[in-house]
C-alpha cells in the first residue's frame, strides 16, 4: 500500500513541478533583458528563495533534507549549474520551440546512460524510439543551418545531456535531490555576476524574472528533482513533457512567435515517439506490478 501511495505522491510532485515549469521562458522573454542580467536575476532570486524555505523547514523539522547530499549531490548540483547556464544561452539563439523540442531529448539521454552506468539495458521498443528521437532532433537542427539557430540548438542540446545525467545520478542514489537542483543556480549565479560587471545592468521589466526566479523555479526544480525518487524514468520524462507542448504555445501566445516548418515536424517527430514509448513502458510497469505483489507482499 505505501508503494502505492509513494507513486501517487511521485506523480502529483511532478505534475506539478512540469506544468510550473512551462511558463519558465515566457517569463524570461517578458522580462526583456540582456542575457547575462537575466541569468544573474533569475538564478540570484532563486537561491535566496530556495535558501529562506530550506531555513525555515530545517527550524521547524528535523527531517529537513540535505542541500547537497555526499558526491552525488555535488555532482548534480553541478549539472543542474551547468544546465542553468546553457538553458538561457539557448533561449537568446534559437526559438522557443527547437529550445523545449530538442530538451525533450534528455530522455533518449537518460536511457542511454542508464544502460552504460545503472545496467538497464533499454528494450528495442526503447531503441527504436530512441532511433526515430535522434532522427526528430536532426530535422530541427536541420531546418536551423543558415539560419544563426545552431548554436543556440546545440546550448538546447547541452541543457537535455545535463539534465539526464542529474536524473540518472538522482535515481541511482536514491536520496533526496530537492534542494541539489536549486543549489546548483549558485554556479551560473557567480558566473552571470562576474560577466555582469563588464557589460552592465540590461532589463526592462525585472519583475518578471524576479518572480520566476523566486517562485516558479524553486516550485518546479524542487518537484521534479524529487520525482525519480518516488517514480521511474519514462513517468518523469512524460511530465518534463508538458514544456514542451506548452512552452511554445504560450510564446506564440503572447509573442506570436510561430514555429518554423522543420521545427513543428522534428517536434511532433519527437513528441509521438517520446508519448507512445512512455506509455508503452507505463503499461509494462503496471503488468510487472501484480507479480511483484504475488512475490513481495507489503
Given at each position: ?57 530545517r527550524a521547524l523539522s528535523r527531517n529537513a533534507p540535505q542541500l547537497i547530499p ?142 520566476n526566479g523566486g517562485v516558479i523555479l524553486p516550485i518546479s526544480f524542487f518537484c ?61 510497469g503496471r503488468k510487472r506490478r501484480p507479480d511483484l505483489a504475488v512475490h513481495h507482499?507489503?
Amino acid at each position: 500500500m505505501s508503494s502505492h501511495h509513494d507513486h501517487q505522491k511521485g506523480l502529483l510532485i511532478t505534475a506539478i513541478g512540469g506544468l510550473t515549469l512551462t511558463v519558465d521562458i515566457p517569463l524570461i522573454r517578458l522580462a526583456d533583458g540582456g542575457a547575462w542580467t537575466i541569468m544573474l536575476l533569475r538564478t540570484g532570486t532563486t537561491f535566496v528563495s530556495a535558501m529562506i524555505v530550506w531555513s525555515v523547514w530545517r527550524a521547524l523539522s528535523r527531517n529537513a533534507p540535505q542541500l547537497i547530499p555526499g558526491w552525488p549531490g555535488l555532482v548534480v548540483a553541478i549539472c543542474y549549474g551547468l544546465t542553468g547556464v546553457t538553458f538561457v544561452t539557448a533561449v537568446y539563439h534559437t526559438s522557443t520551440a527547437n529550445l523545449v523540442f530538442i530538451l525533450a531529448f534528455n530522455t533518449v539521454f537518460a536511457a542511454l546512460l542508464s544502460w552504460i552506468f545503472l545496467g538497464e539495458r533499454p528494450r528495442l521498443v526503447t531503441i527504436i524510439a530512441m532511433l526515430i528521437m535522434i532522427f526528430g532532433v536532426l530535422v530541427i537542427v536541420g531546418g536551423s543551418i543558415g539560419t544563426g539557430h545552431l548554436f543556440g540548438d546545440f546550448m538546447a542540446l547541452c541543457s537535455a545531456f545535463f539534465v539526464a545525467v542529474a536524473i540518472t545520478i538522482s535515481r541511482a542514489s536514491g536520496k533526496d535531490m530537492g534542494f541539489t537542483a536549486l543549489v546548483g543556480v549558485l554556479l551560473p549565479l557567480v558566473l552571470a555576476a562576474f560577466m555582469v560587471t563588464g557589460e552592465g545592468f540590461h532589463v526592462n521589466a525585472p519583475w518578471w524574472i524576479i518572480f520566476n526566479g523566486g517562485v516558479i523555479l524553486p516550485i518546479s526544480f524542487f518537484c521534479l528533482a524529487n520525482g525519480p525518487k518516488y517514480i521511474t524514468g519514462p513517468e518523469v520524462a512524460m511530465f518534463y513533457l508538458l514544456e514542451t507542448v506548452l512552452a511554445p504555445v504560450w510564446v506564440w501566445m503572447i509573442f506570436a512567435e510561430t514555429p518554423t516548418r522543420n521545427s513543428l515536424i522534428g517536434g511532433a517527430i519527437l513528441i509521438v515517439s517520446l508519448i507512445a514509448h512512455s506509455l508503452w513502458q507505463l503499461q509494462e510497469g503496471r503488468k510487472r506490478r501484480p507479480d511483484l505483489a504475488v512475490h513481495h507482499p507489503t
